[in-house]
């Protein structure tokens, strides 16, 4: 039994470490290349090619962590994203189901080809003549949905006619028919061979493979012909297809387009930084079941002090003037912090409103200082002066905003771990997480551990908000985080409240939050796509705590009708 039980307390460690391996190496060769002599090539012929291998290495790590941590619930973790991701390609489906309109709108000529003398009289085209127009063009009242054009032609007149497509923009799909004076058909055609392409090239000189051509046609009798040309009718299969097919492409934007360039790699990076630092904002607040939203006022009061102090001592050393402006964020974090502690632990306000409530007071604030204290005269936006290079936090890849902010989150999230699991603080915030009532009775103080643990939330908000105005700004600006800490609970539940996790949630939802950006760049859908799947994440893990909270409520109703003896349940965690 020692030896069975040894083998799996190495197997969860080592599994672990494998997924660490294997996601830092297909980090890399996504990023650098395929294969291992491009992969080597491209790693040293990039700018601090070695601090993007570390980064990637510190990724790794965060999947190992969140395997070993969470174990099979890792797989719940896994499953939630994937569902929610799902949800969002159905979502994403539904609004390219326009895709293939391409097919019935575009610009658009028709010729008719003879090596026959043309008969005189009244018509549209003449042999070798063009008319075009274009179809369903956007924003027209009356769209022109077909075209019909007449020409005159002779008895055993052999003509080919052709409709294509009018410049490379256009992808309308044509069909072409020809017809006599009473109206019947005499031929049609929906598509152009390679052989039809190479005779009239110099005609259908774009090579669309969506032109018709109706070739050598003989006509029957003299008199006038009628050319009917419009777009091929869209059917359902057409359309469920184009859907399917702009839905992948812009997927495959979005799940691996943050790999694609070192500088699109950056933002997904510096995005998580920030994430990490809310996430253990919000998770430490959460575990003592206090469902506060401050993260927000705090980050700007951080930002705001930190951006202050890098204006106004840029001229001393920047081993002095970045401490002491992450410090003082620190401290404006925990004092902001601790204003809606002491009205919860003491007066009972709720922590909900009271935290809503003085993020408003926060942003205002800081807009009041930035707009009329801040901002250069001459400045034609509301922004500070950028910040001089001894206040700027010191880039680990040039050209981008990956700072040494990397090891003040690593930092952050040891220290914050040890902080929850390893302080009498945090066995109080533990306890009163788990049930108040009987910490209280266990002789916590309950009101100074719910102040301390909204205030102790403050200092790492602060940091974020240090990230923001020095590292990846480099400025104070007008909405510096764009409800950024609000992120900060999808990733601390996500990462069911514990730091070590947190690492992996942050990237996971950074990771969709770039990817939803080069999806709106390079693909035209949306970037609210990421709300969509944020929002259904949100609910299936409320889905989840419910079940839970249901399942203890029966549990302690069968306690109170058959009393049992036992000890107290261990701690249930910090399930918001």
Same mark, same amino acid.
């Given at each position: 039994m020692s030896q069975v039980s040894a083998t799996r307390r190495l197997g969860l460690p080592t599994l672990a470490a494998l997924f660490a391996l294997l996601v830092a190496a297909f980090v890399n060769i996504r990023l650098f290349g395929g294969s291992l002599n491009d992969l080597i090539e491209r790693v040293a012929n990039t700018a601090d090619s070695a601090s993007i291998l570390f980064v990637n290495l510190l990724v790794g790590l965060s999947v190992g962590l969140f395997v070993w941590q969470l174990s099979w619930s890792a797989l719940r973790v896994v499953l939630t994203v994937i569902v929610a991701l799902l949800f969002g390609f159905l979502f994403t489906m539904s609004f390219n189901l326009d895709a293939a309109n391409q097919y019935i709108q575009g610009a658009f000529e028709v010729r008719v080809l003879s090596e026959a003398a043309p008969p005189e009289g009244d018509a549209d085209l003449?042999?070798?003549? #063009?008319? +075009?127009? #274009?179809?369903?063009?956007? +924003?027209?009242?009356?769209?022109?949905?077909?075209?019909?054009?007449?020409?005159? /032609? %002779? @008895?055993?007149?052999?003509?080919?006619?052709?409709?294509?497509? @009018?410049?490379?923009? %256009?992808?309308?799909?044509l069909e072409v028919s020809l017809r006599d004076a009473q109206g019947a058909e005499l031929a049609s055609a929906n598509s152009v061979s390679e052989a039809q392409l190479a005779r009239f090239g110099d005609v259908l000189r774009f090579r669309n493979p969506n032109d018709?051509?109706?070739?050598?046609?003989?006509?029957?009798?003299? /008199?006038?012909?009628?050319?009917?040309?419009?777009? #091929?009718?869209?059917?359902?299969?057409?359309?469920l297809a184009e859907s399917f097919s702009a839905t992948r492409f812009a997927y495959e934007t979005f799940l691996l387009g943050a790999l694609g360039r070192v500088n699109r790699w950056a933002v997904w990076i510096q995005d998580a930084t920030t994430l990490i630092f809310v996430g253990l904002a919000i998770a430490i607040v959460f575990r003592a079941r206090q469902f506060s939203l401050g993260a927000e006022g705090q980050l700007y009061f951080g930002a705001l002090i930190s951006g202050v102090l890098a204006l106004n001592l840029g001229t001393f050393s920047p081993w002095l003037v970045i401490p002491v402006a992450i410090l003082s964020a620190m401290t404006a974090g925990f004092l902001w912090g601790l204003l809606p502690g002491m009205l919860k632990a003491y007066l009972g306000a709720n922590e909900l409103v009271s935290t809503l409530m003085l993020n408003t007071v926060a942003i205002r604030f800081y807009e009041l200082i930035l707009t009329f204290e801040l901002k250069p005269p001459t400045a034609g936006y509301i922004a500070s002066a950028p910040f001089p290079a001894n206040g700027q936090l010191p880039p680990l890849v040039a050209e981008t905003q990956v700072s040494i902010a990397i090891f003040m989150a690593m930092a952050a999230v040891l220290l914050v771990w040890l902080l929850i699991e390893r302080t009498p603080l945090g066995y109080e915030i533990?306890?009163?997480?788990?049930? @108040?009532?009987?910490a209280a009775y266990g002789g916590v103080n309950t009101r100074r551990t719910i102040m301390l643990a909204m205030a102790v939330s403050g200092i790492v908000a602060g940091l974020a908000g240090a990230h923001l105005?020095? /590292?990846?700004?480099?400025m104070l600006i007008i909405n510096i985080s764009l409800g950024l800490a609000f992120e900060g609970v999808v990733v601390a539940l996500l990462a069911r409240n514990n730091p070590l996790v947190i690492p992996f949630t942050a990237l996971l939802y950074a990771y969709l939050r770039a990817g939803a950006q080069f999806m709106e760049r390079d693909a035209n859908v949306s970037f609210e796509i990421v709300r969509i799947i944020q929002a259904i994440i949100i609910l299936l893990i409320t889905a989840e705590a419910l079940a839970a909270f249901f399942q203890v409520q029966r549990a302690a109703k069968r306690s109170a009708v058959s009393p049992s003896t036992d000890a107290p349940q261990k701690e249930a965690g910090a399930h918001v």
């Open positions: 003449a042999y070798g003549e #063009e008319k +075009g127009g #274009e179809f369903n063009k956007p +924003g027209v009242r009356n769209p022109l949905r077909e075209a019909e054009y007449t020409f005159l /032609g %002779s @008895a055993n007149d052999v003509v080919s006619v052709l409709a294509y497509a @009018a410049n490379r923009r %256009s992808t309308v799909n018709a051509v109706i070739e050598d046609f003989t006509l029957p009798a003299d /008199g006038l012909y009628t050319v009917h040309v419009r777009p #091929e009718p869209l059917t359902t299969p057409i359309i533990r306890m009163v997480g788990s049930n @108040a009532k009987f105005s020095m /590292g990846i700004h480099r």
